[in-house]
Nanobody
Framework: QVQLVESGGGLVKPGGSLSLSCAAS????????MGWYRQAPGKQRELVAV???????NYADSVKGRFTISRDSAKKAVYLQMNSLKPEDTAVYYC???????????????WGQGTQVSVSS
């Protein structure tokens, strides 16, 4: 089993910055990609950013140039630096990992419990 534990988040004023962290634990053989998704009230969960094992990244258009995703493969961790935050960035942010772990025969998706990010003056 794989557990993802997020940290960071909180309340920040528009234009401010926040940093999110997520660490994976468990008997993990390999992690293909890690990323961040978010879900605002009344909306569907959406991709924010993803980083693959080869370090390639993808970002939602709405966060390009403001958010930066990074990864520490040795620590099985992923980070999201969020700058120039806007009220529309308010959401619960979820960590995601596509991992191959003990007890499975293929890569599977795992999710963290989510952390609240609120942007308000």
């Amino acid at each position: 089993q794989v557990q993802l534990v997020e940290s960071g988040g909180g309340l920040v004023k528009p234009g401010g910055s926040l940093s999110l962290s997520c660490a994976a634990s468990g008997t993990i053989f390999d992690i293909n990609k890690m990323g961040w998704y978010r879900q605002a009230p009344g909306k569907q969960r959406e991709l924010v950013a993803v980083i693959r094992s080869g370090a390639s990244t993808n970002y939602a258009d709405s966060v390009k140039g403001r958010f930066t995703i990074s990864r520490d493969s040795a620590k099985k961790a992923v980070y999201l630096q969020m700058n120039s935050l806007k009220p529309e960035d308010t959401a619960v942010y979820y960590c995601n990992a596509e991992a191959w772990a003990r007890g499975t025969t293929t890569y599977m998706d795992y999710w963290g419990q989510g952390t609240q990010v609120s942007v308000s003056s």
